[in-house]
C-alpha cells in the first residue's frame, strides 16, 4: 500500500502520512554514513515518504548539505522543512549559543538553507526554538515576507507555548507545530493539542518512538560512546532507565502479540491520534525506514489504544526528556 497524504494546517501544505526526521544523519546517533543515508533517502521517496526533517543547526549545516546532495534531480518529488533559530556563531552546535531569531538573522539562515539545499524555497520553515528576546510578531512578520518573496511556502514553530502559537498565528497562519509527542512524552495534551485543534494547525511529533525506548532496542546511558546524545540523556541513566524499560512493556506486549515491531506499535498509535498528525521517525538505515513506513498499515483498535495509553499515562516516565542545557529551550 503506498503511503498516504495528510493536511498540516488551513493553508495547503500537503506530506506525506509519515515523515523522515533527517538529524541522525550527521549527528547525535553515532558516526555518519553517507553513502547508506542518501541511499535511505531515494528510498524513502520511492516508499512516498517524502516530508524530509533538517535544520541548519544540524552538524551544523551539514545535513543541509546532505539533502541538498541526495536530491539533486529529485527536489520536486520532496517537502522539505527546515529551521531556523539558534545561534550559531562561532559553529556551535546543539544551541549551545542561545537562541537567536532577529529577523536579519533569520533572513541569513534561509538563505544559507536554500544555498546548502540547492533550492530556491523551502517547504516548511520553522522557528527551531522560542526566542525569548525577539518578540513573536516580529518573528512572524519576517517569515510572512519570506513566504511573499517566495523563498518559503509555509510556517511552523518548534516547542513552543500555547502563548507564542497564538501570537505568531494571528500574524501569519501556522501551518505546523513541531514537538516532542508520542506515548512516551505526552506533555502536549493538556493544552498545546486543544489550542492547536482550536486554529486549525497541525502537530508534528518528533522522536516518536520515545528516543529508542518504544523500539525495545536500547542501552544505558554510559554505554553509548561519547558524542551520542544517550549519553547524557537523563531518561537513559540509573533508576531511570530500568524504569523506563519496564514502562514500555505494553508497547512490546501488544506488538508481540500482533507479530509487528514495537516501533510501529508506537507509530500507528500517533497516526490514529488524528489526521492532523503527522510523525516523523528519525533513522540513517533504509532497514528501519521501511519498518516505520510499514506503521500506516497497522490498524489498532479502540481498546488496544487505550491499554497503551493507561500503562504510559502522564508521569509514567522517570526523567527529563532533555538535559539540563537544552530543557531550558522549550518554551513551556
Not at 18 to 44: F, K, V
Not at 61 to 85: D, S
Not at 160 to 187: C, D, F, K, M, T
Request: proline content about 5%.
Amino acid at each position: 500500500m503506498a503511503l498516504g497524504k495528510r493536511k498540516l494546517g488551513g493553508q495547503g501544505l500537503t506530506v506525506s502520512a509519515i515523515g523522515l526526521g533527517c538529524m541522525g544523519m550527521s549527528q547525535s546517533y553515532g558516526p555518519a554514513d553517507e553513502g547508506e543515508s542518501i541511499a535511505t533517502l531515494n528510498r524513502a521517496i520511492e516508499l512516498g515518504c517524502t516530508f524530509l526533517d533538517t535544520a541548519e543547526v544540524y552538524g551544523p549545516y551539514a545535513n543541509e548539505e546532505l539533502l541538498g546532495r541526495a536530491l539533486k534531480g529529485r527536489r520536486n518529488e520532496v517537502t522539505i522543512a527546515t529551521k531556523f533559530g539558534f545561534d550559531l556563531r562561532g559553529g556551535k552546535k546543539d544551541g549551545g549559543a542561545g537562541t537567536d531569531s532577529r529577523p536579519e538573522t533569520i533572513r541569513t539562515a534561509v538563505e544559507g538553507s536554500l544555498s546548502r539545499l540547492g533550492t530556491d524555497h523551502v517547504d516548511l520553515i520553522y522557528q527551531h526554538r522560542v526566542d525569548p528576546e525577539v518578540p513573536m510578531e516580529d518573528v512572524a512578520g519576517t517569515v510572512a515576507d519570506l513566504i511573499r518573496e517566495g523563498k518559503a511556502r509555509y510556517f511552523g514553530l518548534s516547542e513552543a507555548g500555547v502563548a507564542n502559537i497564538r501570537r505568531a498565528h494571528a500574524v501569519q497562519p501556522v501551518s505546523a507545530v513541531q514537538s516532542e509527542y508520542s506515548l512516551w512524552e505526552r506533555n502536549l495534551e493538556a493544552d498545546v493539542i486543544p489550542v492547536l485543534r482550536e486554529l486549525g494547525i497541525g502537530l508534528v511529533p518528533f522522536a516518536p518512538l520515545g528516543r529508542g525506548f518504544l523500539t525495545g532496542e536500547v542501552k544505558r546511558a554510559e554505554e553509548y560512546p561519547v558524542g551520542d546524545h544517550r549519553r547524557t540523556d537523563p531518561r537513559y541513566e540509573g533508576a531511570n532507565y530500568d524504569a523506563n524499560v519496564e514502562a514500555a512493556h505494553a508497547v512490546r506486549d501488544l506488538a508481540a502479540v500482533r507479530n509487528v515491531k514495537p516501533g510501529q506499535i508506537a507509530l500507528a498509535w500517533l497516526l490514529h491520534r488524528g489526521d492532523d498528525v503527522v510523525p516523523i521517525p528519525g533513522t540513517k538505515r533504509r532497514k528501519y525506514l521501511e519498518e516505520n513506513v510499514a506503521a500506516a498499515d497497522i490498524a489498532l483498535t479502540a481498546a488496544e489504544m487505550q491499554t497503551l495509553e493507561n500503562a504510559l499515562a502522564p508521569g509514567t516516565i522517570a526523567g527529563n526528556r532533555y538535559n539540563d542545557r537544552l530543557i531550558v529551550t522549550i518554551d513551556r
